[in-house]
């Protein structure tokens, strides 16, 4: 039975990670911090089928037990301080735990054992002020957030690792993905919950930062499958993952509010606490390199996921008014 360490699992992609490994017949380990209320809302259909154990990015000796005690075929990095707007107010944290994090869990397999196969979860804000359009595996970086460079830093010593001790060391740069299980400060579901706040009488308002800032979203459970098949690939690379397509979140809110029959014009209120210091305008891959060499291909259509995150906040709503899936 293949091992895998996921770090990160109590998040929206180590969720969909998890799920995707067991049925392929993963023994699934989970790294969670320590901390004082439970986070494993997004585990709770699976919790009997996969081991939790603690550990922090911070913390070096955690990463070297977890890599000793469990002895992984493979090792997912996902764990992050992954919004955007707070590595502008917890810069450090964010070095800490987004870029430093990914030199001790390296750190940890090349003590340990070399031969893990590793993923680090790299990401399209290390486009940031883009270039080229569409972004590929060889656009250059130019990123726009303390998030975004802290991103790039993992990045490049993922490669380096790989270039240096030659790992088994890849770095998937995903654009963003969304889901029903998306952490409710982020735009695409901060819109579908307040869509469904408004349609069952709940709220009057939804309140958004720059409408015109363009995304390619795609469905996290489509992305997880290319981080796995990285590693299943021949040898360790870096792949851009994405659907080719972007939209506006003016957009977005068109079609979401559109899904439940009412006009976004009517409840969206531009304010000004939702802006960024320097905000990315545009990003939109160029995924080509996935589709031929991993296989790898979009499924879920931006209609789709809008939908989809609609009526599963109309969902939970009606049935579990005080959870957040
Ligand atoms: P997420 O929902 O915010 O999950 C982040 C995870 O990291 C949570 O499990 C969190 O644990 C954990 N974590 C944070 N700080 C930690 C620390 N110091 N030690 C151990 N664990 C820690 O993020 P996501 O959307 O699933 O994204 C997964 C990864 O992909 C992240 O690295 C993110 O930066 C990257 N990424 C995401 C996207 C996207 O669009 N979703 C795109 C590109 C790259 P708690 O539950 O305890 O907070
Ligand atoms: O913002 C605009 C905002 O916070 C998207 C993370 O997963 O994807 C994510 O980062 C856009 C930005 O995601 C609001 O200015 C307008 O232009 O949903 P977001 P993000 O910053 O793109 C990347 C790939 C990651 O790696 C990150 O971890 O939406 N926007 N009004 C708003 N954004 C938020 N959050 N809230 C607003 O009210």
């Not at 380990?29 to 004082?36: A, D, E, K, N, Q």
């Not at 979401?256 to 000004?272: E, I, R, S």
Request: with cysteine; hydrophobic share 40%.
């Amino acid at each position: 039975m293949p091992v895998a360490i996921i770090t990160g699992i109590t998040g929206q992609d180590g969720s969909y990670l998890a799920e995707l490994l067991l049925g392929k017949g993963y023994q699934v380990i989970g790294m969670v911090r320590r901390s004082s209320t439970v986070t494993m809302e997004r585990l709770q259909h699976i919790q009997d089928d996969i081991i939790i154990t603690q550990g922090d990015l911070h913390d070096q000796s955690s990463m070297v037990a977890l890599i000793e005690e469990y002895k992984p075929d493979e090792v997912y990095n996902l764990a992050a301080q992954s919004f955007v707007p707070t590595s502008w107010s917890q810069p450090l944290l964010t070095a800490e735990a987004t870029g430093l994090g990914v030199t001790r869990i390296l750190e940890a397999i090349r003590l340990v054992n070399s031969q893990i196969k590793f993923y680090q979860a790299s990401s399209s804000e290390m486009f940031g002020k883009v270039v080229e359009v569409p972004q590929n595996e060889d656009t250059p970086f130019y990123p726009r957030s303390p998030y975004g460079v802290a991103k790039l830093y993992g990045h490049w010593i993922t490669v380096n690792y790989r270039e240096s001790f030659d790992m088994f060391a890849c770095s998937g740069i995903l654009f963003n993905h969304e889901s029903p299980r998306r952490g409710l400060e982020f735009v695409t579901r901060k819109i579908t919950n307040t869509v469904a706040k408004i349609k069952m009488g709940l709220t009057r308002e939804l309140r958004l930062g720059n409408l015109e800032a363009q995304r390619d979203w795609g469905f996290a459970g489509d992305y997880v499958q290319a981080m796995w098949m990285m590693l299943q690939h021949p040898r360790a690379e870096s792949f851009v993952i994405g659907t080719g397509e972007t939209h506006s979140v003016r957009e977005f809110c068109e079609v979401a509010f559109g899904a439940v029959d009412l006009n976004y014009q009517d409840y969206v209120v531009q304010d000004p606490r939702f802006y960024r210091p320097a905000e990315v305008d545009l990003l939109i891959s160029d995924p080509a390199k996935a589709n031929t060499e991993l296989g790898w291909k979009n499924k879920t259509t931006f209609r789709e996921l809008v939908e989809m995150m609609v009526a599963a906040d109309l969902q939970r709503l009606s049935t579990n008014p005080q959870g957040t899936r």
